[in-house]
Structures are given as structure tokens and as C-alpha cells.
């Protein structure tokens, strides 16, 4: 089954970048969200990509896909839904808001204020919403890809703690190299155009059952306790760092024990190794842990706190012996 999964993830990934070049590594670390049973934050400026990526990966699954355009004057029920009165039989009936999707594409979600960014809390953690006291199961596959552009640009509103504590990953979306940039152009001007309903190029290569048994090959992987142990420390250590004024939670070392373990099927393991722990690691924790403002003036930054977290944490020695 191992074989099977990863070739899975594989096909999904190759057909993703057909048309998103030179971001691997981003492309790698949304499948580690997605097969985790996480949700993802792409962070990046405006251009890069980010919507084209959430785009082909709901064509290759085939998978039911919307997206919000999230707006200042955005309202939680834009997004959950709401009970509209129909004349005809004088009843109120639910209208379902965009939530009520397999993947969901919450493009600049820091244009939108607290409190609509906060509709999705619910949605994220329990995969369901609450309307009128009664609550709605989401899809089992429910899956929200996110971008935001740096928080240093005009018009953004940072995500608060508990919003930003329930995504899975992280990940920083920067500028292709030239290379990948030179297959861009070629390819638009060959008459690709993202306007169209589908992707031209990108197949389905993966249904339910596929996706199924990747989730399966992911919570059948093997952690010896030596490893729970790292992220522990890990987790544990970022509480006692004199620069952070916020450390992670709990939830964190959840989640990084998830995206070890999905980590690993994409590599071919069946067993988690503190490899996979330190490469998922930063996009894990980047979101979770918060400078002093005095570190910030010391020029300090999270990645370099990261950085710090790691040498500071001893990695256990593993082998296929005590894997």
C-alpha cells in the first residue's frame, strides 16, 4: 500500500506542475497539509501563483471547489451560508455559503477583518458549522488552501492567534527562478490562459478511493517514541526562548506529528525519521510562535529564532533497526 500512496501524491504533483513552475517545495509541502487532513496559509505577494496551484490541484483530484475573494466588507455569512425565506411555501431554507465544498480556496484572507476571518474556525477544526444553533457537517474532504499577502501591504489585517493556530502549514510562496520563469512565458504565449473553466493539460489522476488510501498509508506510518519525543522538545523549547513572547501549542505538536508522518509517504517511508521532522518543522511553527517587540527591534526574525529552536534540541539517532 506504501507504493501505491506515494505514486498517488506523485501523480497529483506532476500534474500540478504542468502549469505552476519552479515552486516544488511549495507544491510538496500542500500535499503534505492536504494528506495530513490539515489546512494550509500560502503567504506571498500578489502574481505568484498561489491560486493557480489551488486551482489544479482540485482538477487532478476532481474534487468539488470553490473559493472566496476575501473583501473588507466580507460577512461570515458569505462564507457559512444563510436561511433565506422562500415565498412560494412561506419557509425559511438553507442557501449554503461556499464552505460547503471539498477544497476551498480563501484567496487574501488578511484583506477581511477578525471577524469574518473568524467564520472559519469552526469550519477548520471540526469540519462543520453552526446556523442557528444547529450544527452542519462539511465534507470529510474539506481542505481550505489560503493565501495572504505580506502583512507589511496596504490594507491587510493580521490573522489573530487562534485563526492562525489552525492551519496546518505555512508556507512562504517567493518568486520562481528564471528558468521556471522562462516556461511561464512560453506557455502563455502558446495560448494557456487560467481564465478558462479547466486547466488546459491537467488530468484527473486521483479519486476518492486514491485519496483514501493515501490518508490511510499516512496514519498507518510508524513513530517510534523517540521521535515524539523531538517534536515534544521542539514544541517545549519554543515556550523558552527569551525572544518569543508567544511560544507554540500543544495543537502544534499535533499537527507537526501529522505532517512528519505525510512527510514521510511522500518520501516512501513507513516510518517517521527526525529528517522529516526538521524539514516540516518550519512551516509548522512560523506562524504559531510571536516575537518580543524588543527582539524585533534587535532585528531578530521567526525563521532565525527557528533556527536557534533546532540547535538547541537534541536529535535522537534513528536507524531501520529502531524505526
Given at each position: 500500500?506504501?507504493?501505491?500512496?506515494?505514486?498517488?501524491?506523485?501523480?497529483?504533483?506532476?500534474?500540478?506542475?504542468?502549469?505552476?513552475?519552479?515552486?516544488?517545495?511549495?507544491?510538496?509541502?500542500?500535499?503534505?497539509?492536504?494528506?495530513a487532513r490539515g489546512h494550509v496559509?500560502?503567504?506571498?505577494?500578489?502574481?505568484?501563483?498561489?491560486?493557480?496551484?489551488?486551482?489544479?490541484?482540485?482538477?487532478?483530484?476532481?474534487?468539488?471547489?470553490?473559493?472566496?475573494?476575501?473583501?473588507?466588507?466580507?460577512?461570515?455569512?458569505?462564507?457559512?451560508?444563510?436561511?433565506?425565506?422562500?415565498?412560494?411555501?412561506?419557509?425559511?431554507?438553507?442557501?449554503?455559503?461556499?464552505?460547503?465544498?471539498?477544497?476551498?480556496?480563501?484567496?487574501?484572507?488578511?484583506?477581511?477583518?477578525?471577524?469574518?476571518?473568524?467564520?472559519l474556525l469552526e469550519a477548520m477544526?471540526?469540519?462543520?458549522?453552526?446556523?442557528?444553533?444547529?450544527?452542519?457537517?462539511?465534507?470529510?474532504?474539506?481542505?481550505?488552501?489560503?493565501?495572504?499577502?505580506?502583512?507589511?501591504?496596504?490594507?491587510?489585517?493580521?490573522?489573530?492567534?487562534?485563526?492562525?493556530?489552525?492551519?496546518?502549514?505555512?508556507?512562504?510562496?517567493?518568486?520562481?527562478?528564471?528558468?521556471?520563469?522562462?516556461?511561464?512565458?512560453?506557455?502563455?504565449?502558446?495560448?494557456?490562459?487560467?481564465?478558462?473553466?479547466?486547466?488546459?493539460?491537467?488530468?484527473?489522476v486521483a479519486g476518492e478511493a486514491?485519496?483514501?488510501?493515501?490518508?490511510?498509508?499516512?496514519?498507518?506510518?510508524?513513530?517510534?517514541?523517540?521521535?515524539?519525543?523531538?517534536?515534544?522538545?521542539?514544541?517545549?523549547?519554543?515556550?523558552?526562548?527569551?525572544?518569543?513572547?508567544?511560544?507554540?501549542?500543544?495543537?502544534?505538536?499535533?499537527?507537526?506529528?501529522?505532517?512528519?508522518?505525510?512527510?514521510?509517504?511522500?518520501?516512501?517511508?513507513?516510518?517517521?525519521?527526525?529528517?522529516?521532522?526538521?524539514?516540516?518543522?518550519?512551516?509548522?511553527?512560523?506562524?504559531?510562535?510571536?516575537?518580543?517587540?524588543?527582539?524585533?527591534?534587535?532585528?531578530?526574525?521567526?525563521?532565525?529564532?527557528?533556527?536557534?529552536?533546532?540547535?538547541?534540541?537534541?536529535?535522537?539517532?534513528?536507524?531501520?533497526?529502531?524505526?
Open positions: 500500500m506504501l507504493e501505491e500512496a506515494r505514486q498517488i501524491v506523485e501523480r497529483i504533483q506532476n500534474e500540478i506542475r504542468k502549469v505552476v513552475h519552479g515552486l516544488d517545495p511549495v507544491i510538496e509541502e500542500v500535499m503534505v497539509a492536504y494528506f496559509l500560502l503567504e506571498g505577494v500578489p502574481g505568484t501563483a498561489k491560486t493557480l496551484l489551488a486551482r489544479a490541484m482540485a482538477q487532478s483530484l476532481a474534487r468539488p471547489f470553490k473559493r472566496i475573494q476575501f473583501t473588507p466588507d466580507l460577512m461570515p455569512v458569505d462564507i457559512i451560508g444563510t436561511r433565506v425565506f422562500d415565498l412560494s411555501s412561506r419557509t425559511f431554507h438553507f442557501q449554503p455559503g461556499p464552505v460547503f465544498t471539498d477544497i476551498l480556496l480563501g484567496d487574501e484572507v488578511n484583506r477581511t477583518p477578525p471577524k469574518t476571518q473568524s467564520a477544526q471540526e469540519r462543520r458549522v453552526t446556523v442557528d444553533g444547529n450544527p452542519m457537517a462539511l465534507s470529510d474532504h474539506f481542505f481550505v488552501i489560503a493565501t495572504q499577502n505580506p502583512l507589511e501591504f496596504e490594507g491587510t489585517f493580521p490573522l489573530p492567534e487562534s485563526q492562525l493556530d489552525r492551519f496546518t502549514l505555512k508556507v512562504r510562496v517567493s518568486y520562481p527562478d528564471e528558468d521556471a520563469e522562462v516556461e511561464v512565458l512560453r506557455q502563455h504565449h502558446e495560448g494557456f490562459r487560467m481564465s478558462a473553466d479547466a486547466l488546459p493539460g491537467v488530468q484527473q486514491q485519496v483514501r488510501l493515501a490518508c490511510d498509508a499516512v496514519s498507518q506510518t510508524t513513530v517510534h517514541p523517540d521521535v515524539m519525543r523531538y517534536i515534544a522538545r521542539l514544541i517545549r523549547q519554543t515556550r523558552q526562548m527569551p525572544a518569543l513572547m508567544l511560544g507554540a501549542s500543544p495543537r502544534a505538536g499535533v499537527d507537526m506529528l501529522a505532517a512528519a508522518k505525510a512527510m514521510a509517504l511522500l518520501r516512501g517511508r513507513r516510518y517517521v525519521t527526525p529528517d522529516e521532522v526538521k524539514r516540516i518543522a518550519p512551516a509548522v511553527l512560523r506562524h504559531r510562535i510571536v516575537l518580543r517587540p524588543e527582539a524585533e527591534i534587535e532585528s531578530q526574525t521567526v525563521e532565525g529564532v527557528l533556527e536557534d529552536v533546532f540547535r538547541q534540541v537534541e536529535v535522537p539517532r534513528m536507524n531501520d533497526a529502531n524505526a
